[in-house]
Protein backbone atom coordinates (compact mmCIF):
# COMPACT_ATOMS: atom_id res chain seq x y z
CA UNK A 1 0.00 0.00 0.00
CA UNK A 2 0.86 3.86 -0.64
CA UNK A 3 1.41 6.29 2.52
CA UNK A 4 1.14 9.80 1.09
CA UNK A 5 4.17 11.51 2.41
CA UNK A 6 3.46 15.19 1.36
CA UNK A 7 4.53 17.59 3.83
CA UNK A 8 5.89 15.74 5.86
CA UNK A 9 9.06 17.88 7.85
CA UNK A 10 12.49 15.82 7.71
CA UNK A 11 13.07 13.32 9.66
CA UNK A 12 13.46 9.79 11.13
CA UNK A 13 9.90 7.84 11.12
CA UNK A 14 8.48 4.56 11.76
CA UNK A 15 5.05 2.90 10.16
CA UNK A 16 3.59 -0.19 11.86
CA UNK A 17 1.24 -2.27 9.77
CA UNK A 18 -0.64 -5.05 11.32
CA UNK A 19 -2.61 -7.09 8.60
CA UNK A 20 -6.22 -8.68 10.05
CA UNK A 21 -8.41 -10.77 7.68
CA UNK A 22 -11.71 -10.55 7.32
CA UNK A 23 -12.73 -12.82 9.90
CA UNK A 24 -10.73 -10.65 12.40
CA UNK A 25 -7.61 -12.49 12.72
CA UNK A 26 -4.42 -10.44 12.93
CA UNK A 27 -1.08 -11.09 12.65
CA UNK A 28 2.30 -9.57 14.99
CA UNK A 29 3.18 -5.74 13.60
CA UNK A 30 5.30 -5.16 11.17
CA UNK A 31 7.12 -2.20 11.50
CA UNK A 32 9.34 -0.01 9.03
CA UNK A 33 11.53 2.45 9.35
CA UNK A 34 12.34 5.46 7.11
CA UNK A 35 14.04 9.30 6.32
CA UNK A 36 12.51 11.92 5.02
CA UNK A 37 15.45 13.76 3.65
CA UNK A 38 16.23 18.07 3.69
CA UNK A 39 15.39 19.27 0.02
CA UNK A 40 18.34 21.60 -0.50
CA UNK A 41 17.25 24.72 -1.98
CA UNK A 42 19.24 26.99 -4.19
CA UNK A 43 18.41 30.64 -5.12
CA UNK A 44 20.18 33.09 -7.57
CA UNK A 45 20.00 36.74 -6.20
CA UNK A 46 22.25 38.45 -8.68
CA UNK A 47 23.51 38.47 -11.96
CA UNK A 48 25.09 41.07 -14.06
CA UNK A 49 24.81 42.08 -17.71
CA UNK A 50 27.45 42.34 -19.22
CA UNK A 51 28.97 43.51 -23.02
CA UNK A 52 30.45 41.04 -25.23
CA UNK A 53 33.94 42.36 -25.06
CA UNK A 54 34.02 41.19 -21.04
CA UNK A 55 34.66 37.66 -20.43
CA UNK A 56 33.41 37.88 -17.20
CA UNK A 57 30.59 39.19 -14.55
CA UNK A 58 29.08 38.59 -11.19
CA UNK A 59 27.36 35.87 -9.85
CA UNK A 60 25.85 35.87 -6.59
CA UNK A 61 23.87 32.65 -5.05
CA UNK A 62 22.33 31.55 -1.96
CA UNK A 63 22.07 27.60 -0.54
CA UNK A 64 20.79 25.44 1.88
CA UNK A 65 21.04 22.25 2.94
CA UNK A 66 22.97 21.63 -0.10
CA UNK A 67 27.14 20.07 -0.28
CA UNK A 68 27.15 20.94 -3.73
CA UNK A 69 26.00 22.61 -7.18
CA UNK A 70 25.76 22.88 -10.50
CA UNK A 71 25.14 25.34 -13.48
CA UNK A 72 24.44 25.66 -16.83
CA UNK A 73 23.60 28.17 -19.63
CA UNK A 74 20.42 27.89 -21.56
CA UNK A 75 20.09 23.94 -22.46
CA UNK A 76 23.62 23.62 -22.43
CA UNK A 77 26.01 20.50 -20.54
CA UNK A 78 25.58 20.67 -16.67
CA UNK A 79 29.51 22.17 -15.35
CA UNK A 80 31.06 19.63 -12.63
CA UNK A 81 29.83 19.65 -9.30
CA UNK A 82 31.53 22.26 -6.79
CA UNK A 83 31.09 21.97 -3.35
CA UNK A 84 29.43 24.30 -1.50
CA UNK A 85 28.49 24.95 2.14
CA UNK A 86 24.98 26.89 3.56
CA UNK A 87 24.76 30.33 3.13
CA UNK A 88 25.62 33.40 0.82
CA UNK A 89 27.91 33.12 -2.09
CA UNK A 90 29.39 35.44 -4.80
CA UNK A 91 31.41 34.44 -7.70
CA UNK A 92 33.33 37.50 -9.20
CA UNK A 93 34.96 35.90 -12.24
CA UNK A 94 31.62 33.77 -13.77
CA UNK A 95 33.21 33.27 -17.01
CA UNK A 96 31.24 34.28 -20.14
CA UNK A 97 33.94 34.42 -22.49
CA UNK A 98 32.31 31.82 -24.96
CA UNK A 99 28.87 34.01 -25.39
CA UNK A 100 28.45 36.42 -27.84
CA UNK A 101 25.68 39.45 -27.91
CA UNK A 102 22.05 37.57 -26.98
CA UNK A 103 19.84 36.70 -24.64
CA UNK A 104 20.46 33.99 -22.03
CA UNK A 105 19.01 31.96 -19.23
CA UNK A 106 21.20 30.32 -16.57
CA UNK A 107 20.02 27.67 -14.52
CA UNK A 108 21.51 26.04 -11.22
CA UNK A 109 20.70 23.09 -9.12
CA UNK A 110 21.52 22.54 -5.67
CA UNK A 111 22.78 18.76 -4.30
CA UNK A 112 22.90 16.90 -1.09
CA UNK A 113 24.43 13.32 -0.54
CA UNK A 114 20.53 12.53 -1.27
CA UNK A 115 18.56 15.00 -2.84
CA UNK A 116 18.47 17.62 -5.37
CA UNK A 117 16.94 20.78 -5.35
CA UNK A 118 14.42 22.26 -7.62
CA UNK A 119 16.27 24.70 -10.77
CA UNK A 120 17.23 27.97 -10.22
CA UNK A 121 16.42 30.31 -12.85
CA UNK A 122 17.99 33.89 -13.85
CA UNK A 123 17.88 35.36 -17.15
CA UNK A 124 20.58 38.00 -18.17
CA UNK A 125 21.86 39.88 -21.51
CA UNK A 126 24.91 40.07 -23.38
CA UNK A 127 25.24 43.45 -24.68
CA UNK A 128 26.98 43.98 -28.37
CA UNK A 129 29.87 47.02 -27.85
CA UNK A 130 28.99 49.55 -30.21
CA UNK A 131 30.87 49.71 -33.89
CA UNK A 132 32.65 52.46 -35.70
CA UNK A 133 33.78 52.91 -39.15
CA UNK A 134 35.60 55.69 -40.91
CA UNK A 135 35.52 56.54 -44.38
CA UNK A 136 39.11 56.45 -46.44
CA UNK A 137 40.77 60.00 -46.88
CA UNK A 138 42.67 60.66 -49.79
CA UNK A 139 46.28 62.20 -50.01
CA UNK A 140 47.57 64.63 -52.11
CA UNK A 141 50.32 67.32 -52.55
CA UNK A 142 50.30 70.89 -50.93
CA UNK A 143 48.14 73.01 -50.53
CA UNK A 144 45.23 70.44 -51.25
CA UNK A 145 42.17 71.79 -53.51
CA UNK A 146 39.67 71.83 -51.12
CA UNK A 147 38.21 71.06 -47.38
CA UNK A 148 37.96 67.37 -47.00
CA UNK A 149 35.05 65.31 -45.50
CA UNK A 150 34.98 62.35 -42.93
CA UNK A 151 32.08 60.62 -42.17
CA UNK A 152 31.65 58.16 -39.55
CA UNK A 153 29.21 55.76 -38.68
CA UNK A 154 28.24 54.12 -34.85
CA UNK A 155 25.20 53.45 -33.33
CA UNK A 156 23.02 56.78 -32.99
CA UNK A 157 20.39 54.94 -31.41
CA UNK A 158 22.45 54.31 -28.37
CA UNK A 159 25.54 56.42 -28.80
CA UNK A 160 25.79 59.11 -25.89
CA UNK A 161 28.72 60.73 -27.39
CA UNK A 162 31.50 60.85 -29.73
CA UNK A 163 35.12 62.22 -29.28
CA UNK A 164 36.80 62.93 -32.69
CA UNK A 165 40.59 64.03 -32.80
CA UNK A 166 42.62 65.26 -36.03
CA UNK A 167 46.82 64.78 -35.24
CA UNK A 168 49.56 65.84 -37.76
CA UNK A 169 52.30 63.67 -36.22
CA UNK A 170 52.31 63.65 -32.58
CA UNK A 171 50.64 67.17 -32.88
CA UNK A 172 46.71 67.81 -32.16
CA UNK A 173 45.21 69.81 -34.78
CA UNK A 174 41.70 70.16 -33.56
CA UNK A 175 39.39 67.50 -31.21
CA UNK A 176 35.71 68.17 -30.48
CA UNK A 177 33.32 65.92 -28.56
CA UNK A 178 29.61 65.62 -30.13
CA UNK A 179 27.13 64.97 -27.80
CA UNK A 180 24.55 65.55 -30.58
CA UNK A 181 23.57 63.18 -33.84
CA UNK A 182 26.55 62.16 -35.37
CA UNK A 183 27.54 64.17 -38.09
CA UNK A 184 30.07 64.58 -40.95
CA UNK A 185 33.51 66.51 -40.08
CA UNK A 186 35.09 68.94 -42.44
CA UNK A 187 38.55 69.59 -42.04
CA UNK A 188 39.61 72.79 -43.94
CA UNK A 189 42.41 73.37 -45.86
CA UNK A 190 42.90 76.97 -44.26
CA UNK A 191 43.45 75.74 -40.92
CA UNK A 192 43.08 71.59 -40.61
CA UNK A 193 45.09 70.63 -43.26
CA UNK A 194 47.12 73.82 -44.22
CA UNK A 195 50.46 72.43 -43.73
CA UNK A 196 52.42 69.14 -45.08
CA UNK A 197 52.46 65.91 -42.90
CA UNK A 198 51.32 62.86 -41.94
CA UNK A 199 47.65 62.99 -40.45
CA UNK A 200 45.42 60.87 -38.40
CA UNK A 201 42.12 61.18 -37.90
CA UNK A 202 40.89 58.73 -34.87
CA UNK A 203 37.74 58.03 -32.86
CA UNK A 204 38.68 58.31 -29.08
CA UNK A 205 35.91 57.62 -27.14
CA UNK A 206 31.92 55.94 -27.49
CA UNK A 207 29.54 55.12 -24.35
CA UNK A 208 26.47 53.65 -24.92
CA UNK A 209 23.24 53.46 -23.01
CA UNK A 210 23.05 49.72 -22.36
CA UNK A 211 26.32 50.83 -20.04
CA UNK A 212 28.38 49.14 -22.65
CA UNK A 213 31.56 51.64 -22.70
CA UNK A 214 34.74 51.99 -24.46
CA UNK A 215 37.37 54.20 -24.33
CA UNK A 216 40.02 53.74 -26.60
CA UNK A 217 43.40 54.86 -26.22
CA UNK A 218 45.29 56.17 -29.06
CA UNK A 219 46.76 53.16 -30.65
CA UNK A 220 43.93 51.02 -30.42
CA UNK A 221 41.27 53.83 -31.72
CA UNK A 222 39.41 53.40 -35.21
CA UNK A 223 41.35 55.80 -37.61
CA UNK A 224 42.34 56.87 -40.98
CA UNK A 225 45.74 57.82 -42.24
CA UNK A 226 46.46 60.34 -45.03
CA UNK A 227 49.52 62.61 -46.14
CA UNK A 228 49.50 65.93 -47.07
CA UNK A 229 52.97 65.90 -49.17
CA UNK A 230 55.27 68.75 -49.77
CA UNK A 231 54.93 69.81 -53.31
CA UNK A 232 59.13 71.22 -53.11
CA UNK A 233 59.81 67.33 -51.47
CA UNK A 234 57.79 65.84 -54.34
CA UNK A 235 60.05 67.32 -57.51
CA UNK A 236 63.09 66.98 -55.54
CA UNK A 237 62.17 63.47 -55.47
CA UNK A 238 61.38 63.61 -59.49
CA UNK A 239 64.83 64.99 -60.13
CA UNK A 240 66.84 62.34 -58.01
CA UNK A 241 65.32 59.60 -60.30
CA UNK A 242 65.68 60.99 -63.17
CA UNK A 243 69.37 61.68 -62.39
Not at 70 to 89: M, P, Y
Request: charge should be neutral; charged fraction near 20%.
Amino acid sequence: FDVATTGWPAGHYKLFAQPISAQGCDSAAVEVVFVINKKPTIAINSLTNQCDVETTTMLKFTTKDATKYQFRINDGSWSAETAVTDGEHTINNFNISTLSAGYYTLKMIAKSATCESDTAKQAFTIYSMPAIAINAVTSECHPIAADKTVTFTAPTTTADYIKWVLKRGSTTVREQTTYAAIAPVVLTKASDLNAPGAYTFAVTAIKTSNDCEITYTWADAPKVDFTIYDQADSRSLVKNIIR
